[in-house]
């Protein structure tokens, strides 16, 4: 292989390669030789380092763009590593095994030079709504991270993990811009270079008061006070509830990655979870402009998303509803909205069997659609 072959490889697949593998060593050992090459993007860098680990372990400095020539290695199988260094931190990373190295032989490997950086993905939100989940593809070569959040660009009082994973749940700080930033170490406890901080923002919709309460099967509609009801009387009238949330404050340019609907249940009446099918299950739907009696049995976008409680503590009951959020988002909807109700909704065993729920108007404990946003 020409040298101009190899400066083609190296400049169109990023690697640090090489030249000839010839018989041209007489002494019963080996030699490595190879072309420290980074091109693409990323920054220039000042310096690089080899490491060689097999039967002649072998650690050395390498100037980017030189060739460098390892001699004296005993025959056998290797680890070839590279580091690339700006400053301190290490730019780019490669590494390559089953480097066989054959007495009288030069041998010219080839190592995939990549950039050192963890490259995010999405941020989401757990299941209750109070973690951000941070996640990224694993970057070749790192043995560990760090990942910093916090909701000031300065990160002087973040909140820090150190993984060896590739994702972690941070807690939501405030309702506004989250700040996320995060740096990979090598094998060799060197540190790589920092992210730019990426920017995700967590929103706290409430519940529209005009639009939220409940409809009964015999034709009533209520918007009345601070709580709404789901589940039967015990005389044959049954209830649903409805919420509504409001999505116009999320800028039209932002992308949804996260939606988590929370309702407060406040109290039980009977045995509703033990005599009327289960959990209480929601539905997606489109009830707008206002809640009447024909909701009761409107027809959902898609009926039974998942479900909202299914024990009768006092306290948040969560759903994720991201897909339901983005689809509303995506057909130009201003708001999304949701009814509640038990998959059985009258045992018909003559007692009241119902869970009362907070409304917008009870201020500290609303139903709200938690989202975050990129």
């Not at 070839?80 to 490997?109: D, H, I, K, M, W």
């Amino acid at each position: 292989m020409t040298r101009a072959v190899v400066a083609s490889i190296a400049a169109a697949s990023l690697l640090a390669a090489c030249g000839d593998t010839t018989t041209e060593v007489s002494d019963g050992r080996g030699r490595v030789v190879l072309e420290v090459v980074a091109t693409g993007s990323g920054r220039v860098l000042d310096s690089g380092r080899v490491h060689l680990e097999g039967p002649t372990p072998q650690e050395l400095s390498a100037t980017p763009g030189t060739t460098v020539t390892i001699e004296q290695l005993n025959p056998g199988s290797y680890t070839l590593t590279l580091e690339g260094f700006v400053g301190n931190e290490v730019e780019r990373f490669g590494r390559t095994t089953g480097v066989e190295v054959r007495a009288g032989q030069t041998t010219a490997p080839t190592v995939a030079f990549n950039l050192f950086q963890p490259v995010f993905d999405p941020v989401t939100l757990s299941d209750d709504a109070a973690n951000l989940r941070v996640a990224f593809p694993a970057v070749p070569g790192a043995d560990s991270y760090r990942v910093e959040v916090d909701t000031t660009t300065a990160f002087a009082t973040a909140s820090a993990q150190v993984l060896t994973g590739t994702s972690a749940d941070f807690a939501v700080l405030r309702f506004g811009p989250h700040f996320i930033r995060a740096r990979a170490f090598d094998v060799y406890e060197e540190s790589g270079v920092l992210t730019p901080a990426k920017t995700a923002t967590v929103h706290r919709l409430l519940a529209f008061p005009d639009q939220d309460g409940w409809v009964e099967n015999d034709g009533g509609a209520f918007n009345l006070g601070a709580v709404t009801f789901v589940g039967d009387n015990g005389v044959g009238v049954v209830a649903r509830s409805f919420f509504s949330f409001d999505l116009s404050t999320i800028a039209a340019a932002e992308e949804v990655h996260g939606a988590v609907m929370r309702i407060f249940q406040i109290a039980i009446q009977g045995d509703p979870y033990g005599g009327l099918g289960g959990g209480i299950t929601v539905d997606h739907l489109d009830y707008s402009p206002a809640l009447d009696d024909t909701d009761y049995g409107l027809a959902p976008f898609t009926a039974d998303i998942g479900t909202i409680s299914s024990v009768s503590d006092t306290a948040y009951k969560s759903l994720p509803v991201t897909t339901q959020v983005q689809a509303d988002r995506t057909a130009g909807r201003s708001a999304s909205q949701f009814r509640i109700r038990f998959p059985v909704e009258d045992d018909a065993d003559g007692a009241a069997d119902f869970v009362v729920i907070y409304t917008a108007e009870k201020v500290d404990t609303v139903p709200e659609l938690v989202v975050v946003s990129e």
